[in-house]
């Protein structure tokens, strides 16, 4: 008889290696990258970085949004059940983690106060070194 540690909590989601991630580190171009692997939440995380870096607020805040919605479509497939860690030492999770903490920044940018805390919260629930690597 097989018993569940009912304080353990949800398994940590580990997802696969994203096929983007190598050529990102090559230094594709990551418009490219996100156009040749379109579900890859890492591409887009990349674009929304450099969006807002650049100043490109709005653009930024798309390309994290499409980044996040990715990869939740990405932790489902992979028996993510809506919480429960995602670690950020597990290479493949980073690109989700950075699309969310985009998100976040983004959605802080344009006052949309509401969202940007949940993206904080959600980032910490999910991996608090990535919030801390983050931030």
């Known amino acids: ?8 909590g949800p ?8 096929p983007a991630a190598a050529e990102l580190a090559d230094g594709a ?3 490219d990258v996100a156009a040749k692997y379109p ?18 607020t709005i653009e930024g805040y798309a390309y994290a949004r499409t980044g996040y ?10 028996g993510w059940k ?25 959605a802080a940018l344009i006052e949309e106060k509401d969202e940007a805390e ?5 980032l910490r629930d999910s991996s608090p070194a990535a919030a801390d690597a983050l931030s």
Do not use: I, Q, Y
């Not at 398994?11 to 994203?18: A, C, H, M, N, R």
């Not at 579900?39 to 490109?56: F, I, K, N, Q, Y």
């Open 29 to 31: 171009a990551p418009a």
């Open 1 to 8: 008889m097989e018993l569940n540690n009912l304080l353990s």
């Open 69 to 78: 919605h990715r990869a939740l479509d990405l932790l489902r497939r992979n």
């Open 82 to 106: 809506g919480h429960g860690p995602v670690p950020w030492e597990h290479e493949p999770n980073r690109g989700f983690l950075r699309a969310l903490a985009a998100l976040g920044k983004a």
């Open 118 to 122: 949940r993206c904080v919260t959600f």
């Open 11 to 18: 398994p940590e989601t580990l997802l696969p290696v994203d």
């Open 39 to 56: 579900t890859s939440s890492l591409a887009w995380a990349v674009l929304a970085e450099g969006a807002l870096e650049g100043g490109r």
